[in-house]
């Protein structure tokens, strides 16, 4: 048992880590973004500061700390301030429950590679991502805008509609693996059958949950095709509009942070977590699991990007019948369907 | 354990300062000029008319009221998932009388047009 002082110590080094690395993968998802979309559109994206562009988020960062913030008068001012913080606060707090691989021994400390490893993992990120809602829904609202308001008034029943398929598509997972600890899950998809196939949920048995889980977490994270939020050219930037600066750039982080959490969840429970053929020298063996994990989630990141580069927009009667109507039987019945294989196997 | 959960608060507590304190670190470098026609709500450039506390339709209400029915069914499942094995057949059965119940009122707001979007 470590002492209270050490415990505290890991814990900050490990906050500070983590908020640090993510927010350079949120930076480099927005770089990644627009150079793939570029390419997709026959363009080049960016390329003029530094190597491939590579400086550009950095270069965005600078512009967004020194452009001017305009606060204009006509916003409820509290609220309009709390709404981008409160967003960026709960989008980044569910990273701090994902493991990104097994536990390693650095200089003496025996830690799990996640700041914490609690056993209901799983409810903590379902809990603090719906709560990103309440963000958009202030910044909306206090905006006092027309767009604004119209802007939140459809990203927040779009996120409390997708959030019910969101919740049912991963029952089955839950049912499969008995726990809500990320950790137990990533474990119970260990192994492969038939001689081959890994055994991770996408293949054994959750399929259809996993379809589910993607287009529900599209919508959640308010991306194409279902941008209706942000619907540029009907609603110009949405709930947003009033924004500029800083506190723009914080619904932006937002955005892509929980575009990072959603794709670190696809992984652990669909995509077999840090699960992948291993071999080599002793510190192969330590590294290989953490580059699966982190090798899985870019590839869910780069769907995202493909998906926006390839797909038009939902209209809005469409979104609403898409999730009430397609999405929400199609996740009972994939959840009654695992719960009678389960008990017959049993 | 218990003391598994201090290290979320403590992270919650790092970005809880740091958020604000890049925000304060944005208002010491960037200009400030407000202007008229900066300040205007934006609407296109053209001046806005009417309150932006205009009403909307009702159809926000019912997915919200929608929301609460159907995600407080998802919450009561989570824990029967997690305890599926543990609850055997009769849980099975008692989950699928409960899903039952559910898909029964789920087909009545449809044929009401509650899903509709018109």
Redesign the interface.
Known sequence: MQSVES??VV??I???I??FVLLTAVAYSVWLERKVVGHIQNRWGPTRVGPFGLLQPLADGIK???????T???VYKTLY?AAP?LS??FA??SI??IPIGNWVTIAGVHTPLQ????NIAL??ILGVTSMGVYGVALAGWS????????GG?RA??QM??Y??SL??SL??V??MA???SLRDIVDSQSGVFWGFIPRWNIFHGQTVAFFVYLMSAFAETNRVPFDLPEAETEL?AGYH??YS???FA?FFMAEYANMITVACLATLLFLGGWHGPIWGLTWMQAVLPVFWFLAKVFCFLFLYIWIRGTLPRFR??QL??FA??FL??LA?AN??IT??V??LR? | MPQNYVPIFIFIAFIAILIPVTLLAAKLVRPDNPHKAKLMPYECGIDPVDSARGRYTVRFYIVAILFVVFDVETIFLFPWAVKFKAFGLFGLVEMLIFLAILVVGYIWIWKKGALEWV
Request: net charge negative; hydrophobic share 55%; no cysteine.
């Open positions: 415990f505290v814990s900050l490990k906050s500070v983590a908020v967004f700390l020194f452009k001017e913030d305009i204009p008068p006509h301030i913080m960026v606060i980044l707090t701090s429950v700041i914490t490893d609690v409810l903590i905006s006092n805008s027309k767009y604004s308001l119209l008034l927040s029943a409390v509609s959030e019910i919740g049912l029952i089955g839950l049912i008995g726990s809500f110009v509009t009033e600066a800083m506190k914080m809005y009667d609403m019948a009430w109507k929400f039987p009972v959840l009654v719960g009678l389960v008990a049993s």
